[in-house]
């Protein structure tokens, strides 16, 4: 069983960084796809990026893509996203997720439903 734990949120001014991390335990990321969705209050989740278990390719959804970099460090069983250039229409709970299910395919890394494995999620505020 997977356990997977975020950090690294808090609040900032637009044009900001924040670098969040999700930590593994139970379990290696090597065996998984790994990634992060968000979700505002009243609205549904929605994708943000996502890391390739063993190629290690990316991919991104369009609204962060050039301002967002997910990463993955195999020795620390560790993925982060590094997030430049923040928005206020950024601000959300992120969470990380993991799947052994998920195939490498748009349809498939975008679905949250396909994630096994949740974290408990960290705020991101985004001041304008």
């Known amino acids: 069983q997977v356990q997977l734990v975020e950090s690294g949120g808090g609040l900032v001014q637009a044009g900001g960084s924040l670098r969040l991390s999700c930590a593994a335990s139970?379990?290696?990321?090597?065996?998984?796809?790994v990634g992060w969705f968000r979700q505002v209050p009243g609205k549904e989740r929605e994708f943000v990026a996502a890391?390739?278990?063993?190629?290690?390719?990316?991919y991104y959804a369009d609204s962060v893509k050039g301002r967002f970099t997910i990463s993955r460090d195999s020795d620390k069983n560790t993925v982060y996203l590094q997030m430049n250039s923040l928005k206020p229409e950024d601000t959300a709970v992120y969470y990380c997720?993991?799947?052994?299910?998920?195939?490498?395919?748009?349809?498939?890394?975008?679905?949250?439903?396909?994630?096994?494995?949740w974290g408990q999620g960290t705020q991101v505020t985004v001041s304008s």
């Open positions: 139970g379990g290696s990321f090597s065996r998984y796809v």
């Open positions: 997720v993991s799947s052994a299910r998920v195939s490498w395919l748009v349809g498939d890394i975008t679905s949250a439903e396909l994630y096994d494995y």
């Open positions: 890391v390739h278990r063993s190629t290690g390719s990316t």
